[in-house]
């Protein structure tokens, strides 16, 4: 008794009324290799976007707890203006407005720096405004 791996030999399904084939006939056309390759692409292509997303600031980690910063804004405001804001291209300053630290950031790099900042610190502890220039 011999296996027949020969897909040509079954009969096509119908086309849909409207002319377009369905995906069993691409499946078919395609093969057990070309649906294999066409999973791993998948695959691929969903792992890269869920572990996409570069490190803004490479290597950084804030050195305090959210809990200090929520304690202490005005160390916030100064870890902000240090070392965080210089290594982002939109931020330009950083000030203590009651229990928040207001970052002001250039309108043309809102949401990225704005994002960037978010990456490392709470968004209870910060408000962000657009730069006047």
Do not use: H, W
């Not at 405001?77 to 928040?100: I, K, M, W």
């Amino acid at each position: 008794m011999s296996i027949n791996n020969d897909y040509n030999d079954i009969e096509p399904v119908p086309e849909k009324k409207d002319g377009r084939q369905t995906g069993i006939n691409f499946a078919r056309y395609i093969g057990p290799a070309g649906c294999a390759i066409v999973l791993v692409f998948m695959i691929a292509v969903i792992l890269t976007c869920i572990t996409s997303g570069r490190d803004p600031i490479p290597g950084y980690e804030p050195p305090r707890s959210m809990d200090y910063y929520a304690q202490n804004p005005e160390e916030l405001a100064l870890e902000l203006r240090e070392n965080v804001l210089p290594e982002l291209e939109g931020g330009v300053d950083a000030q203590v407005s009651g229990d928040t630290v207001t970052v002001t950031v250039r309108k043309d790099k809102f949401a990225v720096t704005r994002s960037a900042v978010l990456r490392y610190f709470d968004s209870a502890l910060l408000e962000f405004a657009e730069s006047p220039d």
